[in-house]
Every structure is written in C-alpha cells, then in structure tokens.
C-alpha cells in the first residue's frame, strides 16, 4: 500500500509518471512529490508521539522544575528551623 510520508495516509493520486519516474499528492495533507511509503502497516502520524498511546504528556520545562525544588527546601528549612 502506497503511503504519504509526511501524515501517513494511503489517499494518495498520482499526477505525473512515464520513464522519468511518477510525482504523487496526498488528498489529506496536500504533499506532493516523487517519493513514498510502501507499506502494509498502518503508520502513526507524526503529530502524536509513538509511545503515547492515546496519551497526552505533560511535561514540565525546565526552570518551573528548579523553581519549584528550592520552594521545598525553602519550606522544609522553615520547619525544621522553627520559624
């Protein structure tokens, strides 16, 4: 089955061909070009992370994670101070 490389879809057409090769153009996320993906499995959009499953992470950056650490030590030095 011929795939579109860019979302994955087989909804694909082919525009030109003959002996310089063919150019296809995928009907759900408008690529076009000469190459393809054949393939029986079914190929995750690249918009979802493969391991997800159905999940959405939430990550947090970087400078709220450090933020957030020297909060708690500044809590726990409160009380273990006595303040």
Request: hydrophobic share 35%; proline share 6%.
């Amino acid at each position: 089955m011929r795939r579109c490389p860019q979302c994955g879809s087989s909804d694909l057409y082919q525009t030109a061909g003959g002996y310089l090769g063919s150019e296809y153009r995928c009907k759900r996320c408008g690529y076009r070009g000469a190459f393809i993906v054949e393939s029986e499995e079914e190929m995750p959009h690249p918009d979802v992370p493969a391991d997800s499953e159905g999940e959405t992470r939430f990550d947090i950056p970087l400078w709220i994670r450090i933020l957030a650490g020297i909060l708690i030590l500044i809590i726990v030095w409160f009380i273990v101070t006595g303040w």
